[in-house]
């Protein structure tokens, strides 16, 4: 008996000299915590910008359409431009519930989109701006 009760404290003094503060797990935990919060904004913030270049994409392939005279032409450009728009309104949406730092980057870049997936013969213009938007705000992010 006296051997276990020597044993046992003996493990209750290594663990107690061994053990980290009580509080250390909780800080290290608020830590872990805080990244995760950080790595889940900068992974909205890319799949963000990955449906602005999808978007951009799909205005650039607009063009024949911006291009053709024939009604029939003019009239699926319409309706695309249609389609595109609401996306990018989606896009806005998500852009508007990311921190305020993100959404004062992004949000100039939707108006070049809205003009990208027009109809105009200035659209294609607009296309290469906000590629070139996208493109320099994914720079400022992810250096």
Avoid: W
Avoid at 62 to 89: P, Q, W
Avoid at 108 to 134: G, H, Y
Wanted: positive net charge; hydrophobic residues 40%; contains cysteine.
């Amino acid at each position: 008996m006296k051997f276990f009760i020597t044993i046992l404290s003996a493990l209750f003094f290594i663990s107690c000299a061994t053990a980290p503060p009580a509080n250390k797990p909780v800080i290290a935990d608020s830590v872990k915590i805080e990244k995760n919060k950080q790595t889940a904004v900068l992974n909205e913030v890319g799949a963000t910008m990955r449906t602005a270049q999808s978007i951009e994409k799909l205005g650039r392939d607009m063009n024949s359409y911006r291009l053709a005279g024939d009604a029939e032409s003019r009239r699926t450009c319409n309706l695309l431009m249609e389609d595109r728009r609401r996306e990018i309104a989606d896009l806005e949406t998500k852009i508007k519930n990311l921190p305020e730092n993100f959404h004062s980057q992004l949000t100039p870049i939707l108006a070049d989109l809205n003009e990208c997936v027009s109809c105009s013969k200035q659209a294609k213009e607009s296309c290469v701006k906000a590629r070139a938007s996208t493109n320099k705000v994914i720079k400022e992010i992810y250096p």
